[in-house]
Structure formats: C-alpha cells, structure tokens
C-alpha cells in the first residue's frame, strides 16, 4: 500500500500535510513559551502559502476537469477512496484560504497568552480541514469534512450554551 501512495503522490498532498505537521509540533512545547508556539504556528502556515506556486503556475484555466487528481485506496471493500483534485474555484479558494491563515495568527498574536498553544494547533487544523475540504473529490468525505471544519471553533468554548449558540450561528451563515 505505501508503494501505491508513493506513486500516486505529488507535491499538492504536501500543502494538506504542512498545516498537520505544524499543528503537532507545537504539542510538544511546555506552555510557558509562549513565543516559540507563536513563531512554528506562523511559519507553519507562512509555508503552507507559500508551498503551491506549481499548481497557480500549471494549472490550465482553459478545461473545467479536475486537475493534479491523486486516489488512493482508502476503504476498498466499501469502495470509499481518497480522491482528491482541485479546478479552478477550488484552487481560489485553496489560495485564499492559505493567505488568511496567517493573516488569522498574526491578528491573535496579542491575544495569545494563556491559551497559545490551543489557538495555534486550532487555526492550523482549521486550515488543514478547509484545503481538505476544497480538494476532496469523494462525495462521502466531501460530506464528512464541512462539518469536522466546525470542531476547532467549538474546543475553545467555556460553556456549553455558549458553545451551541455559536454553532447555530455558524451553521445560519453558512446556509
């Protein structure tokens, strides 16, 4: 199975990893330092805009089919890949979505002092679950995935009620 992922690799399934492998490290640093959380969340997602000049460049605007598509075989026996792909609105919002990130960490960056580590680890999941969401081409995880994006912004509620009222809210807006 790894030979099958590495042929069906590219440098797009990297964008996906950066915000997750950003989102761990920070796991591992002590809550007192502070800065050091702040700087890996900001590079992390600094990076994850930075990385797809290769898609902007040889995407071809010219075709509505989905390009730079990879599958790998995820649940075979119930015929479930993971089939991901990007066209020319999901490439916008791909690109928009790696440019707020940052802007998003750098505008809590004052704010960040008790819960610094929670803050960053959500926007980075965040930001992993959204690239997800814009280049999944399997309608079950299509599904699956604008939903779990809600998850990060309710871990940081106090109460419940507050909680379910800011997922109400959400949830209005969106629909």
Not at 29 to 50: D, E, K, M, V
Not at 65 to 71: H, L
Not at 112 to 134: D, H, N, P
Not at 140 to 162: D, K, N, R, T, W
Request: with cysteine.
């Amino acid at each position: 199975m790894l030979e099958h992922f590495c042929e069906c690799y590219s440098d797009l399934s990297g964008l996906i990893l950066c915000p997750v492998l950003g989102s761990i490290i920070p796991l591992f640093i002590p809550n007192s330092r502070i800065r050091p959380i702040r700087l890996i969340g900001l590079c992390a997602s600094l990076i994850t805009f930075l990385y797809p000049p290769v898609p902007r460049i040889q995407f071809d605007p010219s075709t509505a089919k989905s390009q730079f598509v990879e599958s790998l075989r995820w649940l075979p026996y119930e015929n479930i890949n993971f089939y991901l792909g990007i066209d020319g609105i999901s490439l916008f919002f791909v690109i928009l979505t790696t440019f707020l990130i940052p802007i998003c960490i750098s505008v809590g960056w004052s704010g960040m002092r008790s819960y610094g580590k929670e803050y960053i680890t959500a926007s980075l999941i965040r930001e992993f679950l959204m690239i997800a969401v814009f280049r999944m081409l399997d309608p079950l995880l299509f599904y699956v995935l604008p939903e779990s994006v809600l998850i990060p912004m309710l871990c940081g509620a106090e109460h419940l009620l507050f909680a379910g009222i800011k997922l109400f809210l959400c949830r209005g807006l969106v629909q």
